[in-house]
């Protein structure tokens, strides 16, 4: 299997992923991004991306959560200093919402906000040729 037939596998499964919500932030998620805790991540030749064949392995989050926590999954795997398990929980910050404690959180569809309607206006009224 290739990084695109997982992903295609976990799209099968669950259905694209901007029908749910990022995991990370709460808004309409882009991307399927594998968890930094993927017990054995494969490397695609081709990409060079780590990739896992399991589907479980897989979260809704939006292109800009994704990349951090890509990034920081990455700078863990060089550095070896960060378990990298621990870089979800990792993405909150003051420009972020707070990830939820668990990787494994469960994913929450994505509803589109409600349009809020204006009240209607009275028209003003037209001041008397008097007036002017």
Known sequence: MTYQGAHDRVTGLHG???RWQCVACGIRADEW????DA???LLD???GCLYSTDPQDYRPMCVMCHRL???RAR???LALEVDP???LPGLGSPSFVQAPASTRAPMTRYAEPVAVVAPA???LPLPELEDL
């Open 16 to 18: 694209p992923a901007r």
């Open 33 to 36: 991004a594998m968890l930094p």
């Open 39 to 41: 017990p054995a991540p």
């Open 45 to 47: 030749p081709a990409t």
């Open 69 to 71: 926590l890509d990034a």
């Open 75 to 77: 700078r863990a795997r």
């Open 85 to 87: 398990a621990e870089v």
């Open 121 to 123: 206006l009275e028209p």
